[in-house]
């Protein structure tokens, strides 16, 4: 649970389209803004920096100078011991609240790199950063994890203990809701990491429907001890992503009722996560 | 920390944000061709006309089910279910066709079975998209 003083935490599911890096996003501010809590993101979903585009500050990200893929690297040591700056130069300011990490496109190549380091070093580079370097800079660190089994996301699972896994309905069936607890004790198995799910999170959930009906009553059933408050489907988190912000980002007369009931649900969520772990 | 150290920090720093998954040594699986590069080149391929844009298999009971789904007027339906299930607002076919129904029932097995390859695709349309207008800029 926790690395250091900072609560550590990872939005990971293997599914794409689930509101994984909004859940992502929106917590984070959640954090920041309703429990003062000094929050780093860290984008390993990937290559496409869909973190720093929720935040709108894809354009100043682009041309990384000190890019997180280097510290999966074997230099790491001696850029680290050479750059004093260098971790400083990886954060962001997202303007609502968290800082951010972005992704950077040696990821891939990081990943695949990581495929020939022996595997007892293999799993733990992402955590040592985690204690060495960001422990003591932040309150809660969430990493955003690529949405399959690969290196930098065993990585980010060795890192934290704590899975957030948004769900929504109509991308699961409902063995494979029942199977969401069996792939982290799968990866368990796999691998030195012990992942808990710690919140799931019913996303794009439109309440009329008799599917988000089925859906609710299911991962109730599943998962009744850590399921969150539902994110009803709303227009404005996809048209504020386009504007760079997120639904805290705004004021109310900006939002539908439905945003507002989602940044509602988004804040209870992070509330009832944060209780639960402390 | 001397100054040759941190020049020679910098330039691995730097590398660390070049390296690309086909540039780095890998292992043995992860020989093949980058995805998002072959997808976009085959789409490349079918605009100039090199390729065909068809996708066919061959099955006698498949072929069957189908057009007996077409002639007792089922397929809307199913591409309706279809789309609910995406999460789509619309299909870009008629909903009745053959080709639509089945277009849209390939794309939720690939969402099931490996959901990073929908992400990929999709990823590779839009730069094969973008890099074609900024090509003909």
């Known amino acids: 649970m926790e690395s250091g003083s900072a609560i550590a935490a990872a939005t990971y599911v293997q599914k794409g389209g ?8 929106h917590i984070a501010v959640a954090a920041s803004q309703e429990h003062e809590l000094n929050v780093l993101l860290v984008d390993l979903a990937g290559t496409q920096n869909d973190l720093a585009t929720h935040f709108g500050i894809a354009g ?13 690297g ?39 790199n990581l495929a020939n380091v022996p595997k007892e070093e293999r799993y733990d580079i992402f955590e040592a950063f985690l204690r060495d370097e960001l422990a003591d800079r932040y309150d809660f660190v969430l990493l955003d994890l690529p949405g ?16 957030i896994t948004p769900l929504r309905p109509g991308a699961f069936e409902r063995t ?12 368990a198995d796999a691998y030195p990491i012990t992942p808990r799910l710690a919140l799931v999170l019913p996303t794009m959930v439109d309440r009329r429907t008799k599917l988000a009906e089925e859906f609710i009553e299911e991962i109730n059933d599943s998962y009744p001890d850590v399921v969150g408050p539902s994110i009803p489907s709303t227009a404005n988190i996809s048209t504020l992503q386009d504007a760079g912000k997120t639904l805290f980002g705004v004021d109310d007369d900006e939002l539908y009722a439905s945003g507002r009931e989602a940044r509602e649900a988004y804040r209870e969520a ?3 996560f944060i209780s639960r772990i402390q | 920390m001397s100054d040759d150290d941190q020049q020679k920090a910098e330039e691995l720093l730097q590398q660390s944000g070049q390296q690309r998954r086909h540039e780095t040594e890998p292992s043995a699986p992860e020989r093949e061709r980058d995805l998002k590069e072959a997808i976009k080149e085959a789409l490349a391929d079918i605009e100039s006309g090199d390729r065909h844009s068809n996708v066919t298999f061959r099955d006698d009971r498949y072929a069957a089910l189908f057009a007996a789904l077409g002639e007792t007027g089922h397929l809307t339906g199913l591409s309706e279910q279809a789309l609910d299930r ?32 929908i992400e990929t695709f999709e990823r590779a349309a839009r730069e094969h998209v973008q890099e074609s207008s900024d090509f003909s800029l």
């Open chain 1, 176 to 187: 494979q809701l029942d199977n969401l607890d069996e792939d982290l004790d799968t990866l």
């Open chain 2, 86 to 117: 995406l999460d789509q607002d619309d299909a870009d076919g008629d909903l009745g066709a053959r080709a639509t129904a089945i277009k849209l029932l390939v794309k939720i097995g690939l969402e099931e079975v490996d959901a990073e390859l």
């Open chain 1, 74 to 112: 074997d230099q790491w040591d001696f850029i680290r011991e050479n750059i004093p700056d260098v971790v400083d130069r990886m954060v962001f300011e997202t303007g609502e609240g968290p800082d951010l990490i972005p992704a950077d496109q040696g990821l891939s190549g990081a990943d695949n």
């Open chain 1, 18 to 25: 689930v509101g994984k890096t909004t859940s992502a996003a």
């Open chain 1, 60 to 72: 100043e990200v682009t041309d990384l100078d000190a890019p997180i893929s280097a510290v999966f």
């Open chain 1, 148 to 163: 399959k089994e690969d290196n930098i996301a065993i990585n980010g699972l060795y890192a934290v203990e704590n899975v």
């Open chain 1, 270 to 272: 992070t509330t009832e």
